[in-house]
């Protein structure tokens, strides 16, 4: 059956809050298209975890943002796009850590934070999009 796009993208979301290296974790069911949302943590009430989910012919854990590559490669690829002239400065912020915070608030300074809104939300659609068609997940919308 096919996957509702939107529950996958709430599953992404999730399982990213914590930078994908946590207690979130969001799988897809290749067989009935339900996202499972999961966390070790007890005080989060979600799905229960289905006791197959180790079946990879059966469910797919969806990707980290850092899997789908939308982390700093995305960051240098909006700058090069629309703000060349400060290339050479968010190498230097993204040369240590609280990069994105310092990132945020050059786009701010720039009046840029709307367009880094949309370029990463567009990017995200576009690589899990891709990442449903590679894993064989039909979608519904």
Known sequence: MPASFDEIMNGFVFADFDGGMGPFQAFVCRQSGKVYFYSESPDHELDERPDDIDDD?????????????????????FVDRFLPDDSDEIRRIFSRKGAYARFKDLLHHRGAIEQWHDFEAKATQDALRKWCEAESIELSD
Not at 57 to 77: D, H, N, T
């Open 57 to 77: 012919e059966k469910y797919v854990q969806i990707p980290s943002r850092k899997e789908l590559g939308l982390g700093k490669p995305l960051v240098l690829a």
